[in-house]
């Protein structure tokens, strides 16, 4: 019986394999990317303004920015990276008191309060 070998089968194939190797390599390794971690919003950095953004209604796609005076970044979607869900459906509007925030959610028929020092859920009013 004779055995059949990769080489005698495919000969273009293999000639080619190691080259197509390398290159799927760099590719994947080109293709990486550095994510650069925002620093965590403090309360002694708040020096700028809330921005309320309701939203479409009915999709539950609201959230709070920050826009920071000195620096001139706005910081997007805050609720969304501190908590990992949205707030709710139509953000109506956010007020501060001491060390904590209220954001009333309109349509979700709720008021979220936030710490102010990491916009981390404190508790959810429902009524």
Same mark, same amino acid.
């Given at each position: 019986?004779?055995?059949?070998?990769?080489?005698?089968?495919?000969?273009?194939?293999?000639?080619?394999?190691?080259?197509?190797?390398?290159?799927?390599?760099?590719?994947?390794?080109?293709?990486? #990317?550095?994510?650069?971690?925002?620093?965590?919003?403090? &309360?002694?950095?708040?020096? !700028?303004?809330? +921005? $309320?953004?309701?939203?479409?209604?009915?999709?539950?796609?609201?959230?709070?920015?920050?826009?920071?005076?000195?620096?001139?970044?706005?910081?997007?979607?805050?609720?969304?990276?501190?908590?990992?869900? #949205?707030?709710?459906?139509?953000?109506?509007?956010?007020? &501060?008191?001491?060390?904590? !925030?209220?954001? +009333? $959610?309109?349509?979700?028929?709720?008021?979220?309060?936030?710490?102010?020092?990491?916009?981390?859920?404190?508790?959810?009013?429902?009524?």
């Amino acid at each position: 019986m004779k055995k059949f070998r990769l080489k005698t089968l495919f000969p273009a194939f293999t000639a080619v394999f190691p080259a197509f190797a390398l290159i799927t390599v760099l590719l994947l390794v080109s293709s990486c #990317e550095k994510v650069v971690d925002e620093p965590p919003l403090t &309360i002694n950095n708040l020096k !700028g303004m809330f +921005v $309320v953004c309701e939203g479409v209604y009915g999709q539950a796609n609201g959230d709070i920015s920050f826009y920071d005076s000195k620096t001139g970044q706005t910081t997007k979607n805050l609720y969304y990276s501190a908590n990992g869900a #949205e707030p709710g459906d139509v953000v109506q509007s956010f007020a &501060i008191a001491d060390t904590l !925030g209220f954001i +009333v $959610v309109n349509n979700s028929q709720k008021v979220t309060v936030v710490n102010m020092k990491n916009f981390k859920v404190v508790k959810h009013i429902t009524g």
